[in-house]
């Protein structure tokens, strides 16, 4: 059986390919430092000429203003396959926390087993040559490759991705595909894998109560005049319900409860509300009553306070009445929520709260809508079967509380569907001193690739 | 008839008062910056010098661990009179916003008639100057003093009088009077004379809200960790019921309802509220309803919002959910509120207003009861008729919505009687540029004294 025989090179070949992660980790490819532009450069060129050894050989750097793109595409047939993952990696500070050199990876034992030690082994350098490496055994053993594929490189992604727009705009033809797969997500926990299949949207608002033109003296004033604080106190207080719901009128138009078979799924996870609560320290759930953690996290929309602040917030005291109090509020979006309207109708709302003598001024801070990825589609299904097959345990669609940018940008400027499968672990440390990528996952990573490509050939 | 006598002899010499005050003017006296100790230093002296000039020979500057305080005692019968003044300033920054330089004072003309700029003309080497030459005038007719007067000139009162209370202690016996009279407040307005009677205490508070042990990602728990901005907000939001009245439990205890004399008195006043708020471009009163705006400056507690902060404050955005988030709050009190019992009761019901999860921290930022002078001492309408005969119009007891620690401290410390009487105007410019005081004001203050300390000895 050819799937087999893919795996099995997958296996002999496990040295080699770790190997070759070795030495891509070693390039200092960080992204949002301009003193490591060649080494981003590098990093760049290391991938081009990895993809010219699995015989990508239209694989080339694709200047942008800041680090280059890295694209290829394989010959084939239908489905065509877009992959996504990014090769620049966060900074390393605090670097005296780090127990070795984080740009000198090892392999090192642990408790749990044999771990990659080095800045981007999880993020995102280890799981993007999961995909390649699965692509290199199946080229090995087939001499070709099971479908067109197209491979796509970022180098910004961890300083904002500002060329990614124009570029997508720009490639719109060549990277559009029959599906796109994104490594650049984890496990469910450290044995369940897991498709990510809806993110949250994002609408960013900063509004400032202005009452006197002037900080006051509350010696003079205090008690008379209007205090901006209170008011922006009393209108955040009003923003929720007693029971956690938003009050914004038509905020909750385009969120639609759970499909019954997520909801059983996620009702069957074992996710512990009470280890994730206490791990900051919490013991009880502050959202809304009578949903659980993973319901809220994934596909309920929220409305948070970021930063607040107003008057004299310096050491000691001052009798001060300030002229204006500031808050940055956020709201996470899900379904078919609307930024745009949620904006306006927040905006009219605070100002239908103002007492007399108070003006609102607001600064938008961005916006995106949530993402849904439709699992009817069966390449989500087989895509899931493949990794229920791999690690022996059911695979499970996930959410994902925070927001994956290029995700939303595949959908909406490219047209393709993505699909967001990663192996990573939560306790991986990246962002942090002594990122880890496990073995294990680098390993049966790269064998769910190999697999969920045998499947996607076949629907 | 004697009093006739002495204020001829107070308008003969207006122009030899003048140039003494213009002297005493041009030393440097800023308290705040050890630059200026010497200058400091000069002021004391030239003060001692001034009172050996008025025969108060055992006048002399008392060391402190900073500025000096001064010091002197005349003979006479009783009552015994204690006066206070302060010969430090303020600095004189912004220093490019004077027209002239504010160490070379000079007379000027002015729309309202002439007047003496320079910094401290007002606040308070010019009002302090007012008693001194209403004495010296009364020697010069009558060869000795209307009673026993113990003079108390301060140098420390721009920079949070940092030796006063060790004084205080020790001189206790030496100053213990009959009564003090305190010159560092202002007319009522530009016509009417005030005796200020009621000085607003304070209590300080800061509270800080804890939520989850570190800051957290609002993609990872927003919408399940409670949030110590909204739980703040909440708390603020509940200070005060609908009315604007406070609502911690047990806060209105110790306020009475203002005596009807003051109540008709002050509702008679010349006051325009309209004026008043829109000074500071405000329209409406906002604080208890049914209250007039004096009557809350001056007779009525509040609770006000100094500073708030808490999340990212900085520019643009971050979805972060703060770990903790702090308040800044401040109690004008009145009566006989006890701060002290008010913190216990503030707290407690900041810590009943806490959801799970959450704890507050609070720092203690001083108090200070309210001062009130019992104006049924008949010295309180002998001066108010004197003052009355003096500037033509019904003087009035007013209230102060700030706090004059040496009132309290006078009465707390040695037990005696303040009376707080001055003659500056709202627009005199105190601790900011071009500060002036009406040469009107120096002079009608003067005579001012003479005719209470002839009242007063008369009692």
Known sequence: MSLETVLLQIDNNLNEATSRLLEFLRIRSISTDSAYKNDCERAAEWLVSDLHSLGVNNARKVKTPRHPMVMGHTDGDQPHLLFYGHYDVQPVDPVHLWHKDPFDPTIEDSEAGAVIRGRGASDDKGQLMTFIEAC??????????????????????????????????????????????????????????????MLRGLLGEEVTIQGPSKDLHSGSYGGVAINPIRVLSQIISKLHDDSGRITIPNFYEGVHELPAQLQTQWRNLEFNETHFLRDVDLCELAGESGRTALEMLWSRPTCEYNGIRGGYCGEGFKTVLPAKATAKISFRLVGNQDPEKIRVQFRKMVRSLLPADCTASFIEHGSGKA?????????????????????????VYTGCGGSIPIAGLLQGIIGTTPMLIGFGKDNDQIHSPNEKYDLQCFHKGTRSWARILAALTKI
Do not use: M, Y
């Open 136 to 197: 290199r055994a199946w080229k090995t053993v087939h001499k070709n490759f099971p479908c067109k594929i197209t491979f796509l490189f970022e180098g910004e992604e961890e300083s904002g991705s500002p060329s990614l727009i124009p570029f997508l705009e720009e490639n719109k033809k060549t990277l559009k595909a029959d599906l796109a797969l994104i490594c650049d997500t984890g496990l469910f926990d450290s044995r369940v894998p897991a498709i990510t299949t």
């Open 371 to 395: 993402s849904n990825f439709d699992i009817s589609n069966p390449a989500f299904e087989a895509a899931r079967q493949a990794l229920t097959d791999e690690w022996d345990i059911e695979a």
